[in-house]
């Protein structure tokens, strides 16, 4: 069975960090693009990162682009979100996600349809 979880949700004061995580069970992240989306609400789910393990090869939008860097333990099968500066327009539900096979280098892997998605993890930013 293929799963995504993630986890290190929370609440922290603006300006400070989190860091999630997204363990993959019942397939290979490095035959995959990982991705991290957020979704605040009343707002449209945003794809935050991207990753595929086999390369290191990454993506950013400008609104995380210097704060948030994406990371793969090829030895866990998880991927990692670092979030550091966090703003109060960062709160929302931080979901991981996976498509296979792997997205073109350096492309931003939201605009294709995710094979796995996981159940989201609460990120809250307090001013």
């Known amino acids: 069975e293929v799963q995504l979880v993630e986890s290190g949700g929370g609440l922290v004061q603006a300006g400070g960090s989190l860091r999630l995580s997204c363990v993959a069970s019942?397939?290979?992240?490095?035959?995959?693009?990982i991705a991290w989306f957020r979704q605040a609400p009343g707002k449209e789910r945003e794809g935050v990162s991207c990753i595929s393990p086999s390369d290191d090869n990454t993506y950013y939008p400008d609104s995380v682009k210097g704060r948030f860097t994406i990371s793969g333990d090829n030895s866990r099968n998880a991927v990692y979100l670092q979030m550091n500066s966090l703003k109060p327009e960062d709160p929302a539900v931080y979901f991981c996600a996976a498509v296979t096979p792997e997205t073109p280098p350096g492309s931003d892997c939201s605009r294709f349809p995710m094979d796995y998605w996981g159940k989201g993890t609460l990120v809250t930013v307090s001013s």
């Open positions: 019942g397939f290979t992240i490095e035959d995959s693009t």
